[in-house]
């Protein structure tokens, strides 16, 4: 099983980021994805969710309205669309995926908000 992150990196406050998370070993379409982010000294907190189905998606309070999480299950690949990026959104940012007895984890992407 693997996840695998990209597309993290050094933005300006107000600027965008694409994350996309590469699944494989398993059948993504079964399963929920998360984004998690853990900043310095914080910790791991849920971003967004989205059913297998992407008919069901949450949102922390603190990105509705700047984050769109989806999926693509014909790339087994689920992404998290960042605009209006602020310092406070600098984390580290996992890729998550929930089945009905198993989660697994990916090994996270570096998302750096700074001028």
């Known amino acids: 099983v693997q996840l695998v992150e990209s597309g993290g990196g050094l933005v300006q406050p107000g600027g965008s980021l694409r994350l996309s998370c590469a699944a494989s070993g398993f059948t993504f379409s079964s399963y929920v994805m998360s984004w998690y982010r853990q900043g310095p000294g914080k910790e791991r907190e849920l971003v967004a969710s989205?059913?297998?189905?992407?008919?069901?998606?949450n949102y922390a309070d603190s990105v509705k309205g700047r984050f769109t999480i989806s999926r693509d299950n014909a790339k087994n690949t689920v992404y998290l669309q960042m605009t209006s990026l602020k310092p406070g959104d600098a984390a580290v940012y996992y890729c998550?995926?929930?089945?009905?007895?198993?989660?697994?984890w990916g090994q996270g992407t570096q998302v750096t908000v700074s001028s």
């Open positions: 989205i059913v297998n189905t992407g008919g069901s998606i």
């Open positions: 998550e995926a929930t089945g009905l007895w198993v989660e697994y």
